[in-house]
């Protein structure tokens, strides 16, 4: 219902917020129905309950958007006839329509790859524009397209009637001239209450996405959160950060110290005995988002990884394995520079910073070892190409350099059945000793591979295990070809994943399980003594570089967060994602979640005294590397 005639502001200021929060709930309700499989299988029909609770949030981003409309509430009280204002009202509205609406769709398609919602680090992989258009299935590009159009114009057409129409086409009254005070107060009126609405009302703490959290569910709490709100808010605090340490819990020197005493070397440091061969060749192979869910000799399901299992077996397996972060340019410079993940950016967008990095390329050069890295995609993204070619890497080479059969090429790049022949082709003509890496990509969406498939059937949790079934069959068809190489007696093996997945679990991104996976060493060059063991303490991807250096006997004290694989003082992992962290030990694990209220969501510690000293080695340690990383 309309507001008196009297109060034109009011009645203005009603109907656009009224506009935008119902276009919300439209979105909101297309998510939950795009990812039915997730939200109804978990609480049935009560999964609606994610509309309502996602009020706060709509109603707070549409006092945002129609704070714009000030101007034009005022301008048409008084002119109504002019038509400039009018052209300037219907285009500033299809702006708003559209660009809320793309954000949107941007949001599905970032949930269904990452399982993470759109945010300010997002962005940056946007500077891409090609990559990201190549790792989405053409289904999704296809309803992201259709729901821009669709929403877009649907939306546009009934904001016009409901909005323009009724409040300035068909207003019989204008502001009488000698109304001012009036008006004046009522303008003041309706400043106030968007402003109240924009913060959520009286409470101390302005409204946040922890306003929206209702659930023990992430993926019904992610439906709550509007995404144009969390995008522009993420945006707004990391530019207000600055070089202000947006996570400092403590005295910078005494989150120095604990994380100093953290990553204290051995003096019998076992890393020594690893290497059963003399500077050896160093194979790395970077697994695109492989999840140790998958993975049976890593506890996950069982007949996905047949191949790597049996290989599990002729090598050293570390089954608590966790990875850095959730995207491939964390995890790459993780492996190779021993250097974390940071919660809302990336060192690797911030080429000023190189210089500070350490890697184990640099660092074996000094044994004369020769090195390359091959991947079958666009290195551009995540800036992965700019970051190796500071670190002097020899060779580098990318979907452009090779040629691939049509048949093995998919939208994001070659797979990996053409990739593992290349690298070992590669490896054949290198010069001993060899540092090669391989980061593969078959295991990425769009999942667009001609290959068998393992499970029959649509949704991306199966088309993931379909991936990884054949991903999965390319390694063994590689290490029954590398064995009878020459060089194979004198390499050693590094299998690792760079991020976790997922699927097919259904983990959120904020659950221990999401960043676990998948490492092995093996090959000939591997200490006798390590074939066929199991290694079950807490390891972290970032951990490789100290442990592969010192097998070298080379130093590692510029890998400040890099410690032992084999036996550190203190076994531990440590990860993080957007606006969040997770630690994991021996004794159990936490989760911390700044957009639901600062709070631990998940604990696993048998004892209050045990988790309290993980909180403050954790926080200390997110601390600790967001304080180098703003002094980069």
Same mark, same amino acid.
């Given at each position: 219902?309309?507001?008196?005639?009297?109060?034109?502001? *009011?009645?203005?200021?009603?109907?656009?917020?009224?506009?935008?929060?119902?276009?919300?709930?439209?979105?909101?309700?297309?998510? *939950?129905?795009?990812?039915?499989?997730?939200?109804?299988?978990?609480?049935? !029909?009560?999964?609606?309950?994610?509309?309502?609770?996602?009020?706060?949030?709509?109603?707070?981003?549409?006092?945002?958007?129609?704070?714009?409309?000030?101007?034009?509430?005022?301008? &048409?009280?008084?002119?109504?006839?002019?038509?400039?204002?009018?052209?300037?009202?219907?285009?500033?509205?299809?702006?708003?329509?559209?660009?809320?609406?793309?954000?949107?769709?941007?949001?599905?398609?970032?949930?269904?790859?990452?399982?993470?919602?759109?945010?300010?680090?997002?962005?940056?992989?946007?500077?891409?524009?090609?990559?990201?258009?190549?790792?989405?299935?053409?289904?999704?590009?296809?309803?992201?397209?259709?729901?821009?159009?669709?929403?877009?114009?649907?939306?546009?057409?009934?904001?016009?009637?409901?909005?323009?129409?009724?409040?300035?086409?068909n207003e019989t009254r204008t502001l009488a001239p000698f109304s001012y005070l009036r008006n004046g107060l009522e303008i003041v009126l309706v400043l106030g209450l968007l402003f109240l609405g924009i913060r959520g009302g009286w409470r101390p703490i302005p409204i946040n996405e922890s306003n929206v959290y209702y659930s023990n569910k992430q993926v019904l709490n992610d439906a709550a959160v509007n995404p144009s709100w969390t995008l522009m808010h993420s945006y707004l605090n990391n530019i207000q950060a600055g070089d202000k340490n947006p996570y400092q819990f403590m005295e910078d020197g005494t989150a120095a110290a604990i994380v100093d005493s953290l990553y204290q070397v051995n003096d019998n440091d076992s890393c020594k005995t690893l290497f059963g061969v003399n500077k050896p060749n160093i194979a790395l192979l970077i697994l695109e988002g492989w999840s140790a869910n998958v993975v049976e000799s890593c506890g996950g399901d069982a007949g996905l990884?047949?191949?790597?299992?049996?290989?599990?077996?002729?090598?050293?397996?570390?089954?608590?394995?966790?990875?850095?972060?959730?995207?491939?340019?964390?995890?790459?410079?993780?492996?190779?520079?021993?250097?974390?993940?940071?919660?809302?950016?990336?060192?690797?967008?911030?080429?000023?910073?190189?210089?500070?990095?350490?890697?184990? @390329?640099?660092?074996?050069?000094?044994?004369?070892?020769?090195?390359?890295? *091959?991947?079958?995609? %666009?290195?551009?993204?995540?800036?992965?190409?700019?970051?190796?070619?500071?670190?002097?890497?020899?060779?580098?080479?990318?979907?452009? @350099?090779? @040629?691939?059969?049509?048949?093995?090429?998919?939208?994001?790049?070659?797979?990996?059945?053409?990739? &593992?022949?290349? !690298?070992?082709?590669?490896?054949?003509?290198?010069? %001993?000793?060899?540092?090669?890496?391989?980061?593969?990509?078959?295991?990425?969406?769009?999942?667009?591979?001609?290959?068998?498939?393992?499970?029959?059937?649509?949704?991306?949790?199966?088309?993931?295990?379909?991936?990884?079934?054949?991903?999965?069959?390319?390694?063994?068809?590689?290490?029954?070809?590398?064995?009878?190489?020459?060089?194979?007696?004198?390499?050693?093996?590094?299998?690792?994943?760079?991020?976790?997945?997922?699927?097919?679990?259904?983990?959120?991104?904020?659950?221990?399980?999401?960043?676990?996976?998948?490492?092995?060493?093996?090959?000939?060059?591997?200490?006798?003594?390590?074939?066929?063991?199991?290694?079950? %303490?807490?390891?972290?991807?970032?951990?490789?570089?100290?442990?592969? *250096?010192?097998?070298?006997?080379?130093?590692?004290?510029?890998?400040? !967060?890099?410690?032992?694989?084999? @036996?550190?003082?203190?076994?531990?992992?440590?990860?993080?994602?957007?606006?969040?962290?997770?630690?994991?030990?021996?004794?159990?694990?936490?989760?911390?979640?700044?957009?639901?209220?600062?709070?631990?969501?998940?604990?696993?510690?048998?004892?209050?005294?045990?988790?309290?000293?993980?909180?403050?080695?954790?926080?200390?340690?997110? %601390?600790?590397?967001?304080?180098?990383?703003?002094?980069?």
């Amino acid at each position: 219902m309309l507001l008196p005639i009297k109060y034109p502001f *009011l009645r203005q200021a009603y109907k656009h917020v009224i506009g935008f929060v119902y276009l919300f709930a439209w979105q909101q309700l297309f998510f *939950l129905l795009y990812f039915w499989n997730r939200t109804f299988n978990l609480e049935g !029909w009560s999964t609606f309950a994610s509309l309502w609770h996602a009020v706060p949030l709509s109603l707070s981003t549409a006092c945002y958007l129609s704070a714009l409309y000030l101007p034009f509430f005022f301008t &048409f009280s008084l002119w109504k006839e002019n038509n400039v204002w009018k052209g300037l009202w219907k285009g500033l509205s299809a702006i708003l329509i559209t660009l809320t609406t793309i954000i949107f769709c941007v949001d599905i398609v970032v949930y269904e790859e990452m399982g993470i919602k759109l945010n300010y680090k997002i962005l940056f992989h946007l500077q891409n524009p090609v990559e990201v258009i190549t790792s989405v299935s053409t289904k999704t590009w296809l309803i992201g397209i259709m729901c821009i159009s669709v929403f877009s114009h649907w939306f546009y057409r009934r904001f016009e009637k409901r909005t323009f129409k009724q409040l300035y086409e068909n207003e019989t009254r204008t502001l009488a001239p000698f109304s001012y005070l009036r008006n004046g107060l009522e303008i003041v009126l309706v400043l106030g209450l968007l402003f109240l609405g924009i913060r959520g009302g009286w409470r101390p703490i302005p409204i946040n996405e922890s306003n929206v959290y209702y659930s023990n569910k992430q993926v019904l709490n992610d439906a709550a959160v509007n995404p144009s709100w969390t995008l522009m808010h993420s945006y707004l605090n990391n530019i207000q950060a600055g070089d202000k340490n947006p996570y400092q819990f403590m005295e910078d020197g005494t989150a120095a110290a604990i994380v100093d005493s953290l990553y204290q070397v051995n003096d019998n440091d076992s890393c020594k005995t690893l290497f059963g061969v003399n500077k050896p060749n160093i194979a790395l192979l970077i697994l695109e988002g492989w999840s140790a869910n998958v993975v049976e000799s890593c506890g996950g399901d069982a007949g996905l990884t047949r191949n790597f299992d049996v290989l599990s077996k002729e090598g050293l397996l570390f089954t608590q394995a966790y990875c850095s972060g959730h995207t491939s340019d964390q995890g790459v410079p993780a492996v190779i520079s021993g250097f974390p993940a940071q919660p809302i950016t990336t060192i690797l967008a911030n080429n000023s910073k190189y210089p500070h990095l350490p890697c184990i @390329n640099r660092d074996l050069k000094q044994m004369g070892y020769r090195s390359s890295f *091959l991947f079958g995609g %666009q290195l551009t993204y995540g800036n992965i190409k700019s970051y190796l070619y500071y670190e002097g890497f020899d060779e580098i080479k990318e979907q452009d @350099n090779f @040629n691939a059969p049509s048949e093995l090429v998919g939208k994001l790049g070659i797979h990996d059945e053409f990739m &593992f022949k290349a !690298w070992g082709e590669q490896m054949s003509k290198e010069p %001993q000793p060899f540092l090669s890496v391989l980061f593969t990509a078959s295991t990425h969406s769009p999942f667009d591979g001609k290959y068998p498939r393992r499970i029959n059937g649509g949704g991306e949790e199966h088309e993931y295990i379909n991936s990884i079934y054949y991903a999965d069959s390319c390694l063994g068809a590689f290490f029954n070809w590398a064995k009878l190489q020459t060089w194979y007696a004198n390499t050693i093996f590094v299998i690792v994943a760079d991020h976790g997945h997922h699927s097919p679990r259904e983990h959120d991104y904020a659950c221990l399980s999401h960043y676990q996976i998948p490492l092995l060493i093996c090959g000939g060059g591997l200490n006798k003594a390590y074939v066929g063991k199991t290694h079950v %303490q807490v390891v972290s991807q970032t951990d490789i570089a100290h442990t592969l *250096l010192h097998a070298a006997g080379l130093s590692s004290t510029s890998y400040r !967060w890099s410690k032992s694989l084999l @036996n550190p003082k203190e076994p531990f992992a440590f990860f993080d994602f957007y606006e969040g962290y997770g630690w994991v030990d021996l004794n159990g694990g936490i989760v911390w979640n700044k957009l639901a209220g600062e709070k631990y969501t998940t604990d696993t510690y048998p004892t209050g005294a045990t988790k309290e000293k993980a909180q403050l080695k954790s926080r200390a340690h997110l %601390q600790d590397i967001f304080a180098k990383y703003l002094s980069y």
